[in-house]
């Protein structure tokens, strides 16, 4: 079975908030799923720990937080 995170355990690790690991996940910069038999709205975004090291790995290569932060804000602007 694949070990997976909450978005509070995957932003704790990043030093990010929740809300951006759960804007990272909508924009498709991680992969994460709804957690339950009936995933809907309000059930809680799961990710693989694959995902943690992968992410860490991006961040430490392409200009850090800051850059993945940057690019998630023109994303939402974007969509606005």
Same mark, same amino acid.
């Given at each position: 079975?694949?070990?997976?995170?909450? *978005?509070? =355990?995957?932003?704790?690790?990043?030093?990010?908030?929740?809300? *951006?690991v =759960?804007?990272?996940v909508k924009l498709g910069k991680v992969k994460g799923q709804k957690k339950g038999p009936f995933p809907g709205k309000t059930?809680?975004?799961v990710i693989p720990v694959s995902e943690l090291a992968r992410v860490k790995k991006l961040m430490k290569?392409?200009?850090g937080i800051a850059k993945?932060?940057?690019?998630?804000?023109?994303a939402v602007e974007w969509n606005d």
């Open positions: 079975m694949i070990k997976k995170l909450t *978005t509070y =355990e995957f932003a704790d690790a990043l030093g990010v908030s929740r809300d *951006t =759960e804007r990272w059930s809680p975004i290569t392409s200009g993945m932060v940057q690019d998630v804000r023109t």
